[in-house]
């Protein structure tokens, strides 16, 4: 079995993939004029890891924005475990349990590695804002109860010896995550990942390579990621979808991608009409 | 069950302790470790109750009496449970540095051909199934962390946890068995085997016996009167002789506490956190964190550091004594108090040592400036000499004879010789049964009589009895007149002044030592910061007049301690010179560890030797440098040869 068939299949690694998850059918965005996104489809799957490259402006953002649902397409329709989204704001997606990063770390800078984290809990917390400004009765129980899930992450991440520490004063590659702990700390169904990888080192690349696999693997979480680096995308995900100026030109597994003629011109850089 | 302390006597091995302890300890902590973020902790009841299940568990996968168990992760309660687990079947727990390579692990797991392997995590079974189509002997792991393994091939591999639950489930048929074995086990069963790091070829596996760990136990606990209520943090490598002893030895044998850090990163955090009462840590950590103490504090406000360097003056001058029990004025007993709520205290508590009662060190020489500041803030911080094959203990400091420059009395039970040549041998109830399937080694260190060659030279003070350490005893040579020669004793007193990094000392068959001395550049050139100095090079600042008297003073300092040991003082530094480059591995001057390689260095520079003996004021070298890309080049310079000052030797004392 594989992908080529609608039904759930455990994969040659030992995963199991599940039926759809989300699809996206003939989106199509526009600012103003200017197409983003022209009519796009495609579907993620229970417990890939699914990524979305092309050159720079091709729409991968706006993409995942979409998804996010922080842009709402002009033509097109999103089904999300079976059933068809009406438009949404973001933190109501965020219910739905979808989380994401952000390509330029989206933290609070001044405050510690656990409180970052733990605002990933947000969407689990359940008490009024009076009961938890004081603290009191089912607050009190409720943030013990999240404090342990958000320790996980930490342990998880192995991020413990800067638990206390801003984050506005953690390098780079760390900040990155951070903001992926806080994603995780949501428990989501779904975890979108903007840029994971930008701006780090081989061995920061390496780490956070590993951790993505580790949090599909243990959790069984589906992930969509948009990364620039070939080289990881085509060892991590299971299948790529390839744009190019807000077209798809391709989409399947690693290896048929990277013989995808289409993709060669794209990356290569051939004359568009 | 009330025992008594006939009954702690009579255990002779640490499974024996164990039941000892949870009998009469049972409510009292026995291990902590931080995970999730959050202290848990473990009585010496909870604890026996996880050993038993975990014992029972491996005895149902086939553990026999007499196998070797190999342990591959950081310091854990649960790897300590590991270690008696295995003993208490009658196998011998044999830890493994966690951070070593594939390679090296396979060189150990195979010397002593280990059935069960006990792994942290994936990493760590990463490493040993890289290595296992070379270990015939291998047949089972047991993890602890199972993150990453899931895809991995269930055969070999058990889950920690799931086998305690196993062990549990038969506790009624192979529980009589299991304390059966316990019962019949007695002192001279193997307790445990470490492999010392070898710096010479392969590490060798030294095999202690329960008698040694027992009973070094035993009369060290006394010596420094630790018991149950006192703690440690285990921190240092699992496989290092010191944290068997401290987490192992001692603890069972007075039942105090083990706390296990989160991870490596945060063990400071940890240390503050559990504030313990028995601390160990070698110099270098002292020192790293009197250096991070200084920095923050130049970076703090005008007031504070006021503050706090009169509060420092006053310590220095009272802390030690009150720790050694002398006599202070009740002003300077109420200043030294006044202190210590204001400026002391916290510092303490921020370095996580407010609790510490008994602090050791050891492994190198310790700068007197480090040992003074630690004691000043009313630490007793003491220092050891021992090593694996000793059990540790050969030498410890007593409370109230503690000495920047000596490594304190023989341990109790621990008989000293000094030979002909200096090296220092000793004999002890920790003693090393033998170097595993290595008769050869066994029978050059330990001779018929139990006497061990530490390979080290020293001597005893005839006044107080302590010991001193001088030298590797390879490296002691003597000198024209015969008087002793310890080129690393004098080397390490200059090097403990910030201004110099490096130096070599000569006179081995000759008349009068000299020495090259290497800046240091950070310390040296902040001075010239400070002063106004300008330079354009290392070279320039090596050569610079005032940087010359500075090192000048030092020396002159050093030769006048030096002079106080009437058998060292033929060691003083008659002439030096500083050198125009920092000696640097990469020309293989340094080993890659950062030793001098003497031999070498000799060679090298020839030129500036004959100098330094033909009485010549300067001297021209040409050296080849080897830059970092691995091109080379030659650097050229006039050095200064300088005459120090000497001071006349002290009569030896009749």
């Known amino acids: ?273 | 069950m009330p025992t008594s302390a006939a009954d702690r006597l009579a255990c002779d091995t640490v499974p024996k302790l164990l039941a000892l302890n949870a009998a009469s300890y049972g409510t009292h902590p026995a291990y902590r470790e931080k995970e999730f973020g959050i202290w848990q902790s473990w009585t010496w009841a909870e604890a026996a109750e996880e050993i038993n299940a975990l014992a029972l568990g491996l005895m149902e996968l086939g553990l026999n009496a007499g196998d070797h168990v190999a342990i591959i992760g950081r310091n854990r309660p649960y790897f300590y449970w590991a270690m008696l687990a295995a003993q208490s079947n009658g196998a011998v727990p044999v830890p493994i540095y966690h951070d070593s390579v594939a390679e090296e692990m396979a060189y150990v797991l195979d010397h002593c051909s280990a059935r069960f392997v006990f792994a942290e995590d994936q990493e760590q079974v990463d490493k040993i199934l890289e290595v296992q189509g070379r270990l015939p002997g291998l047949e089972q792991i047991i993890y602890l962390d199972g993150g990453g393994l899931r895809k991995y091939d269930r055969g070999i591999l058990h889950d920690y946890r799931e086998l305690q639950n196993q062990g549990r489930a038969r506790a009624s048929d192979l529980q009589p068995k299991l304390d059966a074995e316990i019962a019949a086990q007695n002192g001279d069963t193997t307790c445990v085997m470490l492999y010392t790091s070898g710096t010479t070829g392969r590490p060798k596996g030294v095999v202690l016996s329960s008698d040694n760990i027992v009973k070094t136990g035993k009369a060290t606990c006394d010596f420094d009167s630790l018991s149950v209520g006192d703690s440690v943090l285990a921190y240092l490598p699992m496989a290092w002789v010191g944290d068997f002893i401290f987490s192992i030895g001692q603890a069972y044998y007075a039942g105090f506490c083990v706390a296990c850090p989160e991870s490596a990163d945060t063990m400071q955090t940890d240390l503050r956190e559990v504030g313990p009462s028995y601390f160990f840590a070698p110099p270098r950590y002292f020192e790293g964190v009197l250096t991070s103490v200084m920095i923050r504090m130049e970076d703090a406000s005008k007031f504070k550091q006021r503050l706090f360097k009169r509060a420092m003056d006053h310590a220095k001058t009272v802390g030690p004594k009150l720790l050694d029990d002398e006599d202070v004025s009740f002003g300077d007993k109420l200043k030294y108090r006044l202190n210590q709520a204001l400026v002391i205290g916290p510092l303490k508590n921020t370095l996580g040592l407010t609790n510490v009662r008994v602090g050791y060190t050891a492994g190198e020489a310790i700068g007197p400036e480090i040992f003074d500041f630690y004691r000043a803030l009313g630490i007793n911080l003491k220092q050891l000499y021992g090593q694996t094959e000793a059990s540790v203990f050969i030498t410890q400091q007593p409370d109230g004879q503690v000495r920047a420059d000596t490594v304190g009395v023989a341990s109790p039970g621990v008989e000293l010789k000094i030979a002909d040549n200096g090296e220092v041998f000793y004999r002890s109830p920790g003693t090393f049964v033998e170097y595993y399937k290595n008769p050869e080694s066994t029978a050059d260190t330990k001779d018929a009589e139990g006497w061990v060659a530490t390979g080290d030279a020293g001597f005893i003070e005839e006044d107080t009895g302590h010991l001193r350490i001088i030298d590797r005893a390879k490296d002691v040579g003597k000198m024209a007149d015969g008087a002793l020669f310890a080129p690393k004793y004098v080397e390490n007193k200059l090097k403990f002044f910030p201004n110099i990094l490096e130096t070599v000392v000569f006179g081995n068959g000759r008349d009068r030592c000299t020495a090259f001395i290497n800046i240091d550049l950070t310390a040296v050139g902040n001075w010239a910061e400070r002063n106004n100095i300008a330079y354009a090079s290392y070279q320039e600042l090596a050569g610079h007049p005032d940087v010359l008297a500075t090192i000048q003073a030092h020396v002159e300092e050093v030769n006048a301690s030096v002079a106080e040991d009437p058998m060292l003082s033929g060691c003083q530094i008659h002439r030096f010179l500083v050198l125009h480059k920092q000696l640097d591995a990469d020309d293989g001057e340094l080993t890659r560890t950062q030793k001098v390689r003497r031999r070498i260095i000799e060679e090298k520079y020839q030129v500036l030797i004959d100098a330094l003996y033909d009485g010549s004021a300067e001297v021209y070298v040409e050296t080849e440098v080897t830059y970092e890309d691995g091109r080379k080049g030659s650097i050229s310079a006039t050095l200064e040869i300088r005459d120090a000052k000497v001071q006349p030797a002290k009569a030896v004392a009749a």
Do not use: C
Not at chain 1, 4 to 27: C, Q, S, W, Y
Not at chain 1, 89 to 115: C, V, W
Not at chain 1, 230 to 235: K, T
Not at chain 1, 238 to 261: A, L, S
């Open chain 1, 1 to 273: 079995m594989s992908f080529d068939h609608a039904d759930p299949f455990t994969a040659a690694d030992g995963r199991a993939i599940g039926g759809v998850l989300m699809e996206m059918k003939n989106i199509s965005l526009r600012f103003g004029g200017v197409k983003a996104i022209t009519d796009i489809s495609f579907d993620i799957r229970e417990g890939e890891i699914r990524a979305i490259i092309g050159p720079n402006g091709a729409g991968k953002s706006s993409m995942l924005n979409v998804i996010n649902g922080f842009y709402h397409p002009q033509e097109g329709e999103i089904w999300f475990r079976g059933a068809k989204r009406a438009p949404m704001k973001p933190h109501e997606i965020a219910y739905q349990g979808i989380a994401r990063t952000f390509q330029n770390i989206a933290l609070f800078k001044g405050m510690s590695t656990l409180d970052n984290i733990m605002t990933g809990r947000l969407t689990h917390m359940k008490g009024g804002l009076v009961s938890q400004a004081l603290w009191w009765g089912k607050a009190q129980a409720e943030e013990v109860e999240n404090r342990a899930i958000v320790e996980k992450v930490i342990d998880f991440l192995e991020i413990q010896s800067i638990r206390k520490t801003p984050v506005g004063r953690l390098p780079y590659g760390l900040q990155k995550r951070v903001e992926l702990g806080r994603a995780l700390a949501a428990e989501p169904k779904l975890l979108l990942l903007d840029e994971p990888m930008a701006g780090m080192n081989v061995e920061e690349k390496e780490d956070m390579s590993r951790f993505i696999l580790d949090v599909n693997d243990e959790f069984g979480t589906t992930i969509a990621l948009i990364e620039h680096d070939m080289g990881v995308v085509m060892d991590i995900a299971d299948r790529v979808v390839v744009m190019d100026y807000g077209r798809k030109i391709g989409d399947g597994t690693p290896d048929e991608v990277r013989t995808n003629q289409a993709v060669i011109d794209a990356y290569l850089g051939v004359a568009h009409d």
